[in-house]
């Protein structure tokens, strides 16, 4: 089976502090992994992806995602948030094999003034 | 470049009914997927179409169905409508077939309201 886990439904952070966004996978064979984010009443827009290059990977407006086989985790982080970064943050895994793209239940994140 | 535009954006069908929904790729694109997002869920895989051949199939009964056109635009179709069938749907492409590896591009979706 494979799916991920996104730890957490709701986020709230102040403005400038650290978001950390989870999402653990399980998946027996290694997987490539994404972070969408879905602002209201608008489609998913592609964060960054891990397709088994380098374990650290930066996407776009300053979000970045460490992939830990160890832990089976790929955890969302930014360093500052802003109040556009307000928004449904997706997780996604696909396996080496297939072409099934599974996402998580989704984490919406809140950013207090 | 163009992205991918989805029509219509809102749609109330009656339980029961059939429904078409629309999406045209981003240019170049010849790969696109069809996604159901139930109200406060993750996206769920439809299926999928490679050049005009459906070429993957997630957990979803026959009454899902698709097409792909030569210009790689493409539809959605639901027959016998039930009220579950409620959703955002999304249409997602790709220059490749394998573009789930590298990500897709999504529209906006169309919001189906059954009623």
């Known amino acids: 089976a494979q799916s991920v886990t996104q730890l957490g439904s709701h986020v709230s952070v102040s403005e400038g502090a650290l978001v950390l966004l989870r999402c653990n996978y399980s998946?027996?064979?290694?997987?490539?992994l994404f972070w969408y984010v879905q602002y209201p009443n608008q489609g998913l827009q592609l964060l960054l992806k891990?397709?088994?290059?380098?374990?650290l990977v930066k996407g776009i407006n300053g979000f970045e995602a460490e992939f830990k086989k160890s832990e089976t985790s790929f955890h969302l982080t930014k360093p500052s948030a802003h109040m556009s970064d307000a928004a449904e943050y997706f997780c996604a895994v696909r396996l080496g094999t297939g072409n099934q793209f599974y996402f998580g239940t989704g984490t919406s994140l809140t950013v207090i003034p | 470049e163009t992205g991918v535009t989805q029509s219509p954006t809102h749609l109330i069908k009656t339980r029961g009914q059939q429904v078409t929904l629309r999406c045209s790729s981003q240019?170049?694109?010849?790969?696109v997927s069809w996604y159901q997002q139930a109200l406060g869920q993750g996206p769920q895989f439809i299926f999928q179409y490679y050049r005009e051949e459906e070429n993957g199939r997630g957990n979803f009964p026959p009454r899902f169905s698709g097409l792909q056109f030569p210009n790689y635009s493409s539809e959605l179709n639901v027959n016998a409508l039930e009220l579950d069938d409620s959703a955002l749907y999304l249409c997602a492409s790709s220059p490749r077939s394998d573009g789930d590896r590298y990500g897709y591009t999504f529209g906006s979706g169309t919001r189906l309201t059954v009623v």
């Open positions: 240019s170049g694109h010849n790969t």
């Open positions: 998946s027996s064979v290694p997987p490539y």
């Open positions: 891990y397709t088994s290059a380098a374990t």
